[in-house]
T-cell receptor, first 113, second 109 residues
C-alpha cells in the first residue's frame, strides 16, 4: 500500500546544472500535480498532468522548467540551468480523478549552491 | 480562484479551541482540509462533499456551507500535536482544485 513516492529526497546542485525530480503516484492514480514551496510560504501550483498529457501548466515558469508523465514510469519535473532562486521544496501529489483528493509525496528539497 | 483563509496565523494554549475559515469566490463541489507540519509534506485530513456536511476526526471537525461557499475547521481542546499550517483545498463545479492561502497554528504549553 505504497503512498506517493518522490526521489531524491534531497538534491544539491550548482548553478547552471540540471535537476531532475521524480514522482511515482499512488497505485491507481493517473493524475499528478507538482507544487513548489518556499520556506514559510504556501504551496504554489506548478503543473497538472495525466498520463502522457499536460493538462494545466499555468504555474510553470516559461523557461528552464518542464514536466512529463510518460505512459510507463514516474512523472519527472526537470529544471535546466538551475539558479539559486530555484532552491525550494518540490512536492508532487497524486489523485484518482480530476479535482479529487490529492495525496502528497514526501517532497524533494532542492538546494542550489 | 485561490480560496482565502482566515486567520493567517493563530497561537493557542493547550486545551483552547480554534476555528479556521476558508472562503471561495466560486461555487464549490467539495472542500478538503490538510495539515502540514514544519519540514513535512501536507497530510490529508478530511473531505466534505455536500453542502452543510460536517465531519469529525478525533477532536478536529469541519463544516461546509455550500451556499456561502465557505468551510470552517474546528479544533477543540487543542494539543501540541495540532501545531502546523492548515490548508483548505476547494474543488469547484468545474473540477478545478485550488489550495487556500494557509493558516499557521501554533499550540503552546
Amino acid at each position: 500500500n505504497a503512498g506517493v513516492m518522490q526521489n531524491p529526497r534531497h538534491l544539491v546542485r550548482r548553478r547552471g546544472q540540471e535537476a531532475r525530480l521524480r514522482c511515482s503516484p499512488m497505485k491507481g492514480h493517473s493524475h499528478v500535480y507538482w507544487y513548489r514551496q518556499l520556506p514559510e510560504e504556501g504551496l504554489k501550483f506548478m503543473v497538472y498532468l495525466q498520463k502522457e498529457n499536460i493538462i494545466d501548466e499555468s504555474g510553470m515558469p516559461k523557461e528552464r522548467f518542464s514536466a512529463e508523465f510518460p505512459k510507463e514510469g514516474p512523472s519527472i519535473l526537470r529544471i535546466q540551468q538551475v539558479v539559486r532562486g530555484d532552491s525550494a521544496a518540490y512536492f508532487c501529489a497524486s489523485s484518482p480523478r480530476t479535482g479529487g483528493t490529492q495525496y502528497f509525496g514526501p517532497g524533494t528539497r532542492l538546494l542550489v549552491l | 480562484q485561490q480560496p482565502v483563509q482566515s486567520p493567517q496565523a493563530v497561537i493557542l494554549r493547550e486545551g483552547e479551541d480554534a476555528v479556521i475559515n476558508c472562503s471561495s469566490s466560486k461555487a464549490l463541489y467539495s472542500v478538503h482540509w490538510y495539515r502540514q507540519k514544519h519540514g513535512e509534506a501536507p497530510v490529508f485530513l478530511m473531505i466534505l462533499l455536500k453542502g452543510g456536511e460536517q465531519k469529525g476526526h478525533d477532536k478536529i471537525s469541519a463544516s461546509f456551507n455550500e451556499k456561502k461557499q465557505q468551510s470552517s475547521l474546528y479544533l477543540t481542546a487543542s494539543q501540541l500535536s495540532y501545531s502546523g499550517t492548515y490548508f483548505c483545498g476547494t474543488e469547484d463545479t468545474g473540477n478545478q482544485f485550488y489550495f487556500g492561502t494557509g493558516t499557521s497554528l501554533t499550540v503552546i504549553p
